[in-house]
C-alpha cells in the first residue's frame, strides 16, 4: 500500500556510510562536547535525520530557530539513509545504545516495530503533550504512553478542486459520493473540462479513491483496522471498504476520466488542475507546494475537500501523520533535559513557524495553537475544519494496521481503467496483503 512514491518511494535510495553534517547556522556557543560537565559552557546534542535534501534543509532551520533562544545549548545534526536501510540502521543503533540524542523515525506500526517502551523517553509528563492532535499522538502511543512529538504538518488525502470551474458551473463543494458524482456529471455536460483527472501513467496516483476514503470506512465500521489486522474484515467482503473501489470503477464506467488518463502523469495531472482542463484530481496535499511552484494562481484557484462517503453528517478527511522525534533512553542527564527542551520547540508555535520558514506545510500542524501562514495555498486552508472539527477527520489504515501489500496501485489501475472489477480488485487486494501480514506473524494468518 505504498503511496507517496517521491516520498516513501525515494525513500529506498541506497545510501552508503552515514555523513555528518555540522549545523553551523545552528550550533552557536562552544564546541564543547562535554554534555555540560563541570566547566562546560554548552550541553551539546545530535539530531538524528534522513538524508533527502528537504530533511536537512528543515533541520537546519529548526535548530538555527532553537538555538537561537537557547544559547546554552548546541545542536548538531547527523543524516541516515531513508528506506529499510534507514529502518534496519535506527533499529540497530537503538539495540546497541548508540542512538543520538534525539532522532526523527516513521509514526504508526514503524514506530511500534522500534519497541518504544523499551528504547524511548516517554514523553507523559511533559506539559505540551496535551496541546498535540489526538491523530498524532495515536501514531506515538505505546501502552498508553505518548513517545514522540510531530516533525511537520499532517497530508490530506482528498481532491482537489478547480475553484473557477466550480464557480462557472454554480457548484457546490459535495460532503456524500451521490453529490460529488452529480456534479462530474454537470461537468462533462458543459463540455471542455475533464470531470476527473487520473494520472495511471504514474501507477502510485491511482489509489486515492481507496486510501483516502478510509475516514469513511471507518465512519461506518469503527473496529475495521483491528478486525482487518487480526484477518476478521476484508476489503471485497466490507460493505464500507470496497466502496473505495466500486468508485474507481465508478468514475471510469461513467466516463469522466481524461481521455489520456492512462498515459498521463502527476505532472500533467497538476498542470490540467492549475489551468483549470480537468475538475477534480484524486490525490494528496504533499504535491500541492510543487503545483503552486511551477502554477503560482493555483494558488488562489484550487481548493480542497474531503473524499465524500454516502454520509454528509460524517463528511470527513483521511490524513497522514508527520513523522515524530524521539528521544532514545541512552540519553541521559543534562543532555537529556537538552533533549526535552529540543521536542518543546517542535511542539510549539515558534517550531511550527520554523518548520513553515524551512518548506511550505503540507497542511495544518498537529499542535494546538499553530497557525498556518497567510500565505498557503487555499487547498492547504481548506483542510484546517476538517482537523478543527470533532470526528471531523481519520487516520489513514496504514497508521493504525500494519497490514499493507505492494500491489495495490497496479490493482487500482486495472480497475479505474475497466481491466478489472470493483469486487475482483478488492479480492485480489486481500490476498496480495496475505504474505505481508504472515511475514510480520500477526495472529489469525
Not at 540497530?92 to 532522532?103: I, N, Q, Y
Not at 515558534?350 to 495544518?364: F, R, Y
Not at 476538517?386 to 497490514?403: H, N, T
Amino acid at each position: 500500500m505504498t503511496f507517496r512514491p517521491d516520498m516513501r518511494g525515494l525513500a529506498v535510495l541506497a545510501a552508503g556510510t552515514l555523513a555528518l553534517t555540522a549545523c553551523s547556522a545552528g550550533s552557536l556557543g562552544s564546541s564543547d562536547d562535554s554534555g555540560g560537565g563541570p566547566g562546560a559552557s554548552t550541553v551539546t546534542i545530535t539530531y538524528l535525520i534522513g538524508n533527502q535534501d528537504q530533511d536537512i534543509k528543515t533541520a537546519n532551520q529548526i535548530v538555527k530557530d532553537f538555538t537561537a533562544k537557547n544559547a546554552g545549548i548546541t545542536v548538531k545534526t547527523e543524516t541516515r539513509p531513508a528506506g529499510t536501510e534507514g529502518d534496519n540502521l535506527v533499529k540497530t543503533r537503538l539495540s546497541t545504545g548508540d542512538m543520538p540524542e534525539v532522532f526523527n523515525y516513521n509514526t504508526g506500526s514503524l514506530f511500534q516495530a522500534i519497541a518504544p517502551q523499551k528504547n524511548l523517553v516517554p514523553l507523559g509528563d511533559q506539559p505540551y503533550v496535551k496541546d498535540l492532535d489526538e491523530n498524532f499522538t495515536k501514531t506515538v502511543t505505546a501502552d498508553g504512553q505518548v513517545y514522540g512529538v510531530p516533525g511537520g504538518g499532517f497530508m490530506g488525502g482528498g481532491v482537489l478542486y478547480s475553484i473557477p470551474v466550480y464557480t462557472k458551473l454554480g457548484l457546490k463543494v459535495p460532503t456524500t459520493w451521490a453529490e460529488f458524482m452529480a456534479n462530474n456529471a454537470k461537468i462533462k455536460a458543459a463540455g471542455g473540462v475533464a470531470p476527473v483527472i487520473q494520472t495511471y501513467g504514474e501507477t502510485w496516483t491511482s489509489q486515492l479513491f481507496v486510501l483516502g476514503d478510509f475516514h469513511n470506512v471507518a465512519a461506518a465500521e469503527p473496529d475495521f483496522a483491528d478486525r482487518y489486522t487480526k484477518n476478521q474484515a476484508k476489503y471485497a467482503t466490507s460493505a464500507a471498504a470496497v466502496k473505495g473501489f466500486e468508485h474507481t470503477q465508478a468514475v471510469h464506467d461513467a466516463g469522466y476520466e481524461n481521455t489520456d488518463f492512462a498515459s498521463a502523469k502527476l505532472p500533467d495531472g497538476l498542470r490540467m488542475l492549475a489551468q483549470g482542463k480537468g475538475a477534480h484530481y484524486p490525490m494528496l496535499s504533499g504535491v500541492i507546494a510543487n503545483m503552486v511552484d511551477t502554477y503560482p494562481d493555483a494558488a488562489s484557484k484550487v481548493g480542497l475537500f474531503a473524499l465524500p462517503g454516502d454520509d454528509a453528517s460524517k463528511n470527513g478527511l483521511t490524513v497522514w501523520t508527520p513523522g515524530g522525534n524521539y528521544i532514545p533512553k541512552t540519553t541521559t542527564g543534562d543532555k537529556l533535559e537538552a533533549a526535552k527542551k529540543f521536542l518543546a520547540f517542535f511542539a510549539s508555535p515558534d517550531g511550527c513557524a520554523s518548520l513553515s520558514k524551512a518548506a511550505p506545510p503540507t497542511g495544518p500542524y498537529a499542535v494546538k495553537g499553530c497557525t498556518l501562514p497567510d500565505d498557503v495555498p487555499q487547498a492547504i486552508k481548506d483542510m484546517q475544519p476538517y482537523l478543527d472539527k470533532p470526528g471531523g477527520s481519520s487516520l489513514a489504515l496504514e497508521f493504525v494496521s500494519p497490514v499493507k501489500g505492494p500491489s495495490l496501485e497496479q490493482i487500482t489501475v486495472e480497475v479505474g481503467s475497466g481491466i478489472r472489477k470493483a469486487k475482483d480488485g478488492a479480492a485480489r487486494y486481500d490476498e496480495d496483503v496475505k504474505k505481508q501480514a504472515q511475514q510480520l506473524g500477526l495472529a489469525g494468518w
